[in-house]
C-alpha cells in the first residue's frame, strides 16, 4: 500500500528516532511503513478518519515541568504513592513508591507483534521504556500513575509503561493521563501488563485530556494461570479519543474484567475498541461499557471476542449501553465474536436509549427539579460501570470527576421534547 | 378544605384527536384529618387521577381545576412542576417503583429531603445527622439500615419497594399522600408494617388517599370515606361500609345502578 503524503512524512520522522530496543524498532517501523496513519478505510478505524485529523507533523513536545495546575491534579489522585511521568520521562524526585515496587529503565520484549500503527509510532516515539514491578506473593497498595503529557500547539507525547505482576502478588493501579491547556496536540501511549501466575491487578486507565487533544491509548495484557484482572476504561474528555484494549487470556483459569464508561459532548469523539482473545480453556471475562453522549458527540464501541481453538469451558459475556442525550448525538456499537471451540458460553449484547422518562418522574415526584434529576441520572448510568471497579478509591475519585464533568457542562440538551 | 378536584377531564397526553378521556369529570373535596379510598373496576381511571394530580407528564388535564391550600389560600397546582407539587406536600406511592441503579437510597432520600428542606427555608441536614433522622423511620417499617447503602429499589423484592415507598413519605411528611396501590403485591405480613407505617404518619393535618383495588388494605387502614370510580366518573361515595359491601357484591350492580 502507498502511504499519503503525511503518513510518509510520519515515518521519516520515526525513522529518525532510537528505539529501546533494534528487534521492536525494526518491527515498529515496517509495521508503520505497511499500514500508515489508519484512514476510514481500515476496517478497525472505521469511525474515525484519524488519517486526516493528526497533526501535520510528527514533533514531540519540549516541556519537561510540572505547572502549579500540573501538582493540584497530581495531589488530587488517590492514594499516597505516586509514579510521575512528564512526557515518558520519570520524574523520581516527584515520585513515591510503596516499598518492595520497583521501577527500573528496561526495556521489555513485546508481549505479542505490534498490530496497530499508533502502537507502532508509541514504540518509536517514547523517550524511554519503563518497567514497575509489584513483588510476587504481596500485596502492595494503590500506586497512582500520573502520566503528564504537557505539550505546545501540534505538538505530540508519548508513554511506553510496563506493569510487571509477579506471580502471587497483588496489585492497585490507576493510570491517569493529564493533559493541560486547549490547542490542539496530540498523545499516543502503550501501557503493558503483565500477570504472572495468580497475581491479581485492579487497573483503572483514566484520560483527562484537553478540547482539541487526540489521544490513542493502548492497554495490552496478558494474563497467565489462574490470575485476574480487574479492569476500567475512564474516558470523559479530549477531541478524539481512541482507546485500543487487548487481552490475551493464556492460562487455564485466567480471569479478565473489562469494562469502561466514556463521555463526548460538543463536537468530542470517543472510539473504543476492545480485542480479548481466549486462548486458554476455563478462561472467563466479562466487559460492560457505557457511553453517554450529548450534543453532537459521537462515541463507538467495537468488541470484539475470540475464543482460541481448543480454548473449551471459556465463558465470555460483553455488553455495550449507550444513553444519548440529544438528537444529534450519535453512537455506533459493533460487537463482534469469533469462536474456534466448540464447548464455550459467550453472550453479548448492545444498547441505545435515552433517558426514562418514568425515573425522571420518580425523582421530580420527590422534590428534585428535573434538571437535576436528569443529572443524577445520567451519573447513575454511569456509576454502575464505576461501581464494578474493586478499587474503591480510585472509583469515588472518578466518581467525582464524572460528577464535575457533568456540573461543569450542563446538559442543555436533555429536553427531550416529545420523547 | 386540603384539596378540591372540580370536574377534571383529562387523557394520554400523546393521545390523538378523539381518543378517549381517562377521566371525565372528576369531583373530590378532601379535608386535613381524613382518609380516602378510591375503589373500582381495572382501568376506570384510579391511578390515572393519583398521577395527574402528582404531575405526571403522560397525562394532559384538558379542563377542570386542581385546588391546593397552600399557606392558607387555595391555588390551582396544574401549573405547577411535579418537584412544586412535591415541595407543597403532595406525595405520590407509586403502584411500581422505579429502580435506579447506581444512586443510593441514602443519596437519594437525603436529595429529595434537602430539595424539599430548602425550598421550605428549612436547613439541609448533612449525612451524618440525616442518618440518625432516618433511624426511627427505618424502624417503624422494619427496614435494615442495609437498605440505605443499596441502589433505589434495586433489587428489592416487591414489599421492600412498597416498604421503602412509606420511608420516601415518612422523611418527606407530606399532607396529601396518594398511594397508589400500595397493598399490590404484598404478602400479609409486608401489608400490616405498611398500614402501621401510614397509621403511625396519619395526624390531624394531613390527608391520605388510597388508590386500591380490593377492600383488604381497608382493614388495616380505615377509611372515613369510600369512592368508586368508573368511567373516569366517581360513580358512588360512602363510608366504608360500602368498601364491604364491595367485596360481597363485586362491582357490577353499581355499574348498572349507573348505567340506568
Not at chain 1, 474516558?235 to 478524539?240: M, N
Request: contains cysteine.
Amino acid at each position: 500500500m502507498s502511504l499519503t503524503e503525511k503518513s510518509k512524512s510520519y515515518f521519516d520522522t520515526l525513522k529518525g528516532l532510537n528505539s529501546y530496543s533494534n528487534e521492536i524498532g525494526v518491527q515498529a517501523l515496517q509495521y508503520f511503513e505497511e499500514h500508515g496513519l489508519p484512514s476510514k478505510r481500515a476496517e478497525d478505524y472505521k469511525y474515525n478518519n484519524f488519517e486526516s485529523e493528526t497533526c501535520e507533523v510528527l514533533r514531540s513536545s519540549s516541556i519537561d515541568q510540572l505547572s502549579a495546575e500540573d501538582r493540584e491534579t497530581l495531589a488530587a489522585l488517590p492514594g499516597e504513592h505516586k509514579a510521575v511521568f512528564i512526557n515518558g520521562l520519570y520524574s523520581e524526585k516527584e515520585s513515591i513508591l510503596p516499598k518492595g515496587v520497583n521501577l527500573k529503565e528496561v526495556g521489555q520484549p513485546l508481549l505479542s507483534p505490534i498490530n496497530d500503527p499508533f502502537e507502532a509510532i508509541s514504540y518509536q516515539t517514547a523517550q524511554k521504556s519503563y518497567t514497575l514491578t509489584f513483588p510476587k506473593n504481596e500485596k502492595s497498595a494503590l500506586v497512582s500513575i500520573a502520566n503528564f503529557h504537557l505539550s505546545n500547539e501540534l505538538e505530540t507525547t508519548s508513554s511506553l509503561i510496563n506493569l510487571n505482576i509477579e506471580k502471587g502478588a497483588q496489585a492497585e493501579v490507576l493510570e491517569f493521563h493529564s493533559s493541560r491547556g486547549d490547542h490542539r496536540n496530540q498523545t499516543f501511549t502503550v501501557t503493558n501488563l503483565t500477570l504472572e501466575e495468580n497475581a491479581h491487578l485492579k487497573f483503572a486507565s483514566a484520560s483527562l485530556g484537553g478540547l482539541s487533544q487526540i489521544g490513542v491509548y493502548k492497554v495490552k495484557a496478558t494474563i497467565a494461570k489462574d490470575a485476574n484482572l480487574n479492569s476500567l476504561t475512564f474516558s470523559v474528555s479530549g477531541a478524539l479519543v481512541r482507546n485500543n484494549i487487548e487481552i490475551y487470556l493464556k492460562g487455564v483459569g485466567s480471569h479478565a474484567t473489562a469494562n469502561g464508561l466514556y463521555t463526548a459532548r460538543g463536537e468530542q469523539h470517543q472510539d473504543n475498541f476492545s480485542h480479548i482473545h481466549h486462548a486458554a480453556p476455563h478462561s472467563t471475562s466479562n466487559q460492560i461499557f457505557k457511553g453517554i453522549i450529548d450534543d453532537s458527540g459521537r462515541g463507538a464501541f467495537t468488541g470484539k471476542i475470540v475464543v482460541h481453538r481448543d480454548a473449551q469451558k471459556v465463558d465470555s459475556s460483553q455488553l455495550n449501553k449507550n444513553l444519548l442525550l440529544s438528537k444529534k448525538a450519535q453512537v455506533d456499537t459493533r460487537p463482534q465474536i469469533e469462536v474456534y471451540a466448540d464447548d464455550v458460553k459467550c453472550g453479548h449484547g448492545a444498547t441505545v436509549g435515552q433517558i426514562n422518562q418514568e425515573e425522571v418522574f420518580y425523582l421530580e415526584s420527590r422534590g428534585i427539579p428535573r434538571s437535576k434529576a436528569q443529572k443524577i441520572l445520567c451519573h447513575a448510568f454511569g456509576q454502575e460501570v464505576l461501581e464494578s471497579f474493586e478499587q474503591k478509591e480510585v472509583s469515588s475519585f472518578l466518581s467525582g470527576l464524572l460528577y464535575n464533568n457533568f456540573e461543569k457542562f450542563a446538559l442543555e440538551h436533555l429536553e427531550l421534547g416529545d420523547a | 378544605m386540603l384539596i378540591e378536584v372540580k370536574n377534571l377531564h383529562a387523557k394520554l397526553s400523546d393521545s390523538e384527536e378523539g381518543d378517549k378521556e381517562i377521566l371525565r369529570g372528576i369531583n373530590l373535596t378532601i379535608k386535613p384529618g381524613e382518609v380516602h379510598a378510591i375503589m373500582g373496576p381495572n382501568g376506570s381511571g384510579k391511578s390515572t387521577l393519583a398521577k395527574v394530580i402528582a404531575g405526571h407528564p403522560s397525562f394532559e388535564v384538558s379542563s377542570g381545576e386542581i385546588n391546593y391550600n397552600i399557606n392558607g389560600k387555595a391555588q390551582d397546582i396544574l401549573e405547577l412542576d411535579p418537584d412544586e407539587r412535591s415541595k407543597q406536600g403532595i406525595f405520590l406511592g407509586f403502584q411500581y417503583p422505579v429502580e435506579i441503579p447506581g444512586v443510593s437510597n441514602l443519596s437519594f432520600l437525603r436529595e429529595s429531603f434537602n430539595a424539599v428542606c430548602k425550598s421550605q427555608g428549612i436547613d439541609e441536614m448533612e449525612e451524618d445527622a440525616f442518618r440518625e433522622y432516618l433511624k426511627p423511620k427505618l424502624k417503624l417499617l422494619e427496614m435494615d439500615e442495609s437498605f440505605l447503602d443499596r441502589g433505589v429499589n434495586t433489587g428489592f423484592s416487591g414489599g421492600e419497594k412498597k416498604k421503602n415507598e412509606i420511608l420516601q413519605m415518612a422523611v418527606l411528611n407530606p399532607r396529601l399522600s396518594l398511594l397508589d396501590e400500595t397493598d399490590s403485591g404484598l404478602d400479609i405480613d409486608a401489608l400490616k408494617v405498611v398500614a402501621k407505617g401510614v397509621n403511625s404518619l396519619k395526624n390531624k393535618y394531613n390527608a391520605t388517599v388510597l388508590v386500591t383495588h380490593y377492600q383488604r388494605l381497608l382493614d388495616y387502614i380505615t377509611p372515613d370515606f369510600v369512592h368508586v370510580l368508573y368511567k373516569g366518573q366517581i360513580i358512588k361515595s360512602g363510608d366504608k361500609s360500602l368498601a364491604l359491601e364491595l367485596e360481597e357484591k363485586g362491582y357490577d350492580w353499581l355499574i348498572e345502578e349507573a348505567n340506568s
